[in-house]
C-alpha cells in the first residue's frame, strides 16, 4: 500500500501542522516533508521499469454508483509524485519567520501537497476530480489571506476561471460515466473505453470539455489571463507552488485522461489547440520581454513554456511526449528557483522593478552564481535540465509540422533575450540606492537554492535517468491509439 501511505503521511502532516506550537511549527513542517520525500525516494529507487501501473490499491467508496478509492502509480505519475515531494520541503523552508499564522500556512502547503499527490496518482474519475478540486482549496486561500494588496479580486479571478474549466471537466466525466457498460463505472480503464465507444462528433465536443479545464489550469493561450495576476500577488511560496507543481496538474489531465479517453477527438482537433500553444509560446514570450516586475516576467515566461510543453504533447510522438514529461520535471524546478531568487531580492530590497535594481553581483557573489546556473537552466544551456526537454520538444514539434516547428523553436531566442535581459539589469552593472546595502544569501537561504542547483544539473547531464522511468508508459500510450 506504498501509494496510499504517501497520501496518508502528507494527510497526517497536514494536519497535526495546523496544531503545532508555533516555534515548532517550521522544523515539524519541513521534518514532515522531508519524509514524505524519503518515502517517495525510496519508491522510485524500486520502481520496475514498466508500462504497467504499480502499487495499485483498489478499494469500493460508493459502489452502487461504480466509484472506487482507486490509485497507482506508472512511469509518469511516479516522476509528477517526485517531483511535488522534492519541491514542497524547499518550499516550506522557504517561508520567512516572519510570516503571520505560520501554523495554518504549513498547514495548507502540506495539504495542497497531498491534493497534488492525489490527483498524480487517481485511477478513478470520480476520485481525480475530487483531488483537483481539493488542491483548489489551499492556494485560495493562500493567495486570499498572505497576498499582495489587489489579492481579494484577483484570488476571485482566479478561482471562477478553475472552477469554471472544473464544471466542463465534470459534465465530460459524467457523461463518459453514463456511456460505459454493464454497470456504470468511474474507473479509468472504463472511461477509455467508453470514450472510444463514442463517434467522432462527441468525442470533439468532449475534447473541447476537457481542453478548457486542463487548458485553464496550465495555462495555455488564450485561457492564460488569470495567471499573471495571481502569481504576482501570491505569495512567494503559492507562486511556487501554483509554477512549479500545480500547474502540472493540466498537462499530465491532457497526458493521462484526455488523449486516451477522447482518440477521434484528439486527432481532429489536435492540430488547432497546437496552433494555440505555438501561438502562447511566442506571444507569451514577447510579452515577458517588456515587463519590468521580475515576477510578472517570469509568470509570462512560465506561459511560454507550458505553451511548448502542449505543443509537444499535440504532436504525439515519442520525442514530443518525452519531452513534455522531462520538461515538466525542469521547469518546475528552474521556476521555483528563480521565483525564490526573485523573493530574496524584494526582502532584501523592496522592489522587484528591474528598473531600480543593479550591481548585485557586486553585494552578492553568491546570489548571482546561483541565479545565473539556475536562469541558463531556463534558456536550455546544453548540460542544463532545461535542455534535454526543450531538444526533444522541438523536435517532436518539428516532426509533426516543420513550419510549427520552426515557429516554435523561436522559444529558445526569446527567452534567452528576456531571461539575459533581467539578469543583466538586476546582476550587473553598478550598485543603486535600492541595492547598495544588498547583503548575499544566508545558509537557510542556500539551503534552498543548492539542491535546485544540483538538479539543473544532474537532469542535464543524466537526462535518461528519468526518460527511462517514463519511455514504457509513453510507448503504452502510443501504441492503445
Known amino acids: ?106 498547514s495548507l502547503l502540506l495539504f495542497m501537497e497531498m491534493a497534488l499527490i492525489g490527483v498524480f496518482v487517481s485511477m478513478d474519475g470520480f476520485m481525480f476530480y475530487i483531488f483537483w478540486e481539493i488542491a483548489l482549496i ?53 472511461l477509455y473505453a467508453a470514450g472510444k465507444s463514442l463517434d467522432a462528433q462527441h468525442q470533439c465536443i468532449l475534447f473541447w470539455f476537457f481542453f478548457l479545464a486542463f487548458g485553464i489550469k496550465m495555462p495555455i493561450f488564450p ?79 512560465s506561459i511560454s513554456h507550458v505553451g511548448l510543453i502542449a505543443a509537444g504533447i499535440f504532436a504525439f510522438n515519442a520525442q514530443g511526449l518525452q519531452g513534455s514529461i522531462i520538461q515538466m520535471l525542469s521547469h518546475g524546478i528552474n521556476v521555483v528557483g528563480l521565483f525564490f531568487v526573485v523573493d530574496i531580492i524584494q526582502s532584501r530590497t523592496g522592489t522587484r522593478d528591474l528598473g531600480s535594481l543593479g550591481g548585485i553581483r557586486l553585494k552578492a557573489p553568491y546570489l548571482a552564481t546561483v541565479f545565473a546556473i539556475i536562469m541558463l537552466g531556463a534558456v536550455a544551456l ?48 553598478e550598485t543603486s540606492t535600492w541595492t547598495d546595502s544588498f547583503s548575499d544569501i544566508t545558509m537557510a537561504e542556500k539551503t534552498v537554492l543548492i539542491p535546485i542547483v544540483i538538479m539543473v544539473i544532474v537532469i542535464g547531464v543524466c537526462p535518461n535517468l528519468f526518460l527511462r522511468v517514463s519511455e514504457p508508459a509513453i510507448m503504452k500510450l502510443l501504441s492503445g491509439m
Open 1 to 106: 500500500m506504498p501509494t496510499i501511505t504517501l497520501l496518508i503521511l502528507t494527510f497526517a502532516a497536514a494536519f497535526i501542522a495546523l496544531f503545532m506550537p508555533i516555534r515548532y511549527g517550521n522544523r515539524f513542517a519541513f521534518a514532515s516533508s522531508l519524509v514524505i520525500f524519503a518515502y517517495s525516494v525510496y519508491l522510485f529507487i524500486t520502481f520496475p521499469i514498466s508500462p504497467d501501473y504499480q502499487n495499485v490499491v483498489d478499494y469500493p467508496w460508493i459502489e452502487s454508483l461504480g466509484i472506487h478509492f482507486k490509485v497507482g502509480m506508472d512511469g509518469i505519475s511516479i516522476l509528477m509524485v517526485m517531483l511535488t515531494t522534492f519541491l514542497t520541503p524547499l518550499i516550506i523552508f522557504s517561508v520567512r519567520k516572519s510570516e503571520p499564522r505560520p501554523r495554518a500556512f504549513y
Open 382 to 429: 546544453p548540460l542544463t535540465d532545461g535542455f534535454p526537454g526543450e531538444f526533444l520538444l522541438i523536435s517532436g514539434v518539428f516532426k509533426f509540422d516543420n513550419i510549427m516547428g520552426a515557429i516554435a523553436g523561436l522559444t529558445i531566442i526569446i527567452g534567452a533575450v528576456y531571461m539575459l535581459r533581467a539578469y543583466q539589469r538586476s546582476m550587473l552593472g
Open 138 to 190: 489551499p492556494i485560495y486561500f493562500i493567495c486570499l489571506l498572505w497576498g499582495g494588496k489587489d489579492r481579494v479580486k484577483i484570488t476571485l479571478k482566479f478561482f471562477i476561471y478553475t472552477l469554471t474549466g472544473s464544471l466542463f471537466m465534470l459534465v465530460g466525466l459524467i457523461y463518459l460515466y453514463l456511456h460505459t457498460s454493464g454497470q456504470h463505472s468511474f474507473d479509468i480503464q472504463s
Open 223 to 301: 485561457l492564460h489571463t488569470w495567471q499573471p495576476d495571481t502569481y504576482t500577488e501570491a505569495p512567494a511560496q503559492g507562486t511556487m507552488m501554483l509554477s512549479g507543481i500545480m500547474l502540472k496538474m493540466g498537462i499530465y489531465g491532457l497526458i493521462r485522461w484526455m488523449i486516451p479517453m477522447l482518440p477521434l477527438g484528439f486527432s481532429q482537433n489536435s492540430q488547432y489547440a497546437m496552433w494555440l500553444a505555438v501561438i502562447g509560446v511566442i506571444y507569451a514570450g514577447i510579452i515577458a520581454f517588456t515587463q519590468k516586475d521580475m515576477k510578472r516576467l517570469l509568470a509570462y515566461s
